[in-house]
């Protein structure tokens, strides 16, 4: 009996139907979870061997590079995979690679710090117990 074939590294990529089940965490707006989240998402990314789409270290051997463009759109759809629908329609824009969205993703979240933590200030500030648990209150 022959022994199966080995899978190439970078074919592995195609065997994820569910990113989901390896990134467990929804990219969220309100959820403070990008470290979080990009942490996941890049060790996920690194064990199937395509980090280079996010970190530009892979790049085409040229113009027409058909398994380079195949394996960054599986990426693309591992990063819209895993945003929340309102993260999804703020940051998204047709074309571009999954290095371009995951700029964009970082640049949404790193240069709203300021912006964001003025807002949940208010929002602690105005924030009412009413019925709510303690628990849910913090």
Same mark, same amino acid.
Request: negative net charge; glycine residues 6%; hydrophobic residues 40%.
């Given at each position: 009996?022959?022994?199966?074939?080995?899978?190439?590294?970078?074919?592995?990529?195609?065997?994820?139907?569910?990113?989901?089940?390896? %990134?467990?965490? #929804?990219?969220?707006l309100?959820?403070?979870?990008? !470290?979080a989240w @990009?942490?996941? &998402?890049? =060790?996920?990314?690194?064990?199937?061997?395509?980090?280079g789409h996010?970190?530009?270290?892979?790049?085409?051997?040229?113009?027409?590079?058909?398994?380079?463009?195949?394996?960054?759109? %599986?990426?693309? #759809?591992?990063?819209?995979?895993?945003l929340?629908? !309102?993260?999804? @329609?703020?940051? &998204?824009? =047709?074309?571009?690679?999954?290095?371009?969205?995951?700029?964009?993703?970082?640049?949404?979240?790193?240069?709203?710090?300021?912006?964001r933590?003025?807002?949940?200030?208010?929002?602690?500030r105005?924030?009412?117990?009413?019925?709510?648990?303690?628990?849910?209150?913090?």
């Amino acid at each position: 009996m022959a022994a199966p074939a080995a899978v190439a590294p970078l074919d592995r990529v195609y065997g994820v139907t569910n990113i989901k089940t390896h %990134v467990p965490l #929804l990219l969220d707006l309100d959820d403070g979870n990008y !470290d979080a989240w @990009r942490e996941l &998402f890049m =060790t996920h990314c690194q064990s199937f061997d395509v980090a280079g789409h996010l970190n530009g270290t892979l790049l085409p051997n040229n113009d027409d590079d058909e398994a380079w463009t195949k394996r960054d759109g %599986v990426v693309k #759809l591992w990063i819209y995979g895993t945003l929340s629908k !309102d993260l999804f @329609r703020s940051t &998204f824009k =047709t074309g571009g690679t999954a290095r371009e969205i995951w700029i964009r993703l970082e640049t949404f979240f790193r240069d709203n710090k300021e912006a964001r933590a003025v807002q949940l200030d208010h929002k602690l500030r105005t924030q009412e117990i009413g019925d709510l648990t303690i628990h849910a209150y913090c």
